[in-house]
């Protein structure tokens, strides 16, 4: 039995994504070696920090630079600018560390 090959989509920052019905996922805000990462559709509900790390487990919810790889914990919200390589905080994101 043959394997299939994995499809993957052409994605841009920016592009709005959906999944098979049609329903809006999200916009695109990150795209790694791993996929794709979007931001929530406006009128959602937004996800708490307390509540993203009941859906992670013991995970704990740091941010992450996507420049450098740099990461630390999340105070009230992410910080202006990496403190390793000084990118934009465009260029930080959530990320679930165990």
Known sequence: ???????FADVSIGQTVYDESGDELGTVRGVDDAGF???????????ALTDARDVFGTAYVMWRCWECGEMG???DELPE???SC???????YYWAED
């Open 1 to 7: 039995m043959a394997s299939e090959e994995p499809e």
């Open 86 to 92: 000084d990118a934009p905080r465009e260029e930080l």
């Open 81 to 83: 600018n990496c403190p």
């Open 37 to 47: 990462y979007v931001s929530a559709p406006t009128g959602t509900d937004p996800l």
């Open 73 to 75: 914990e999340i105070g």
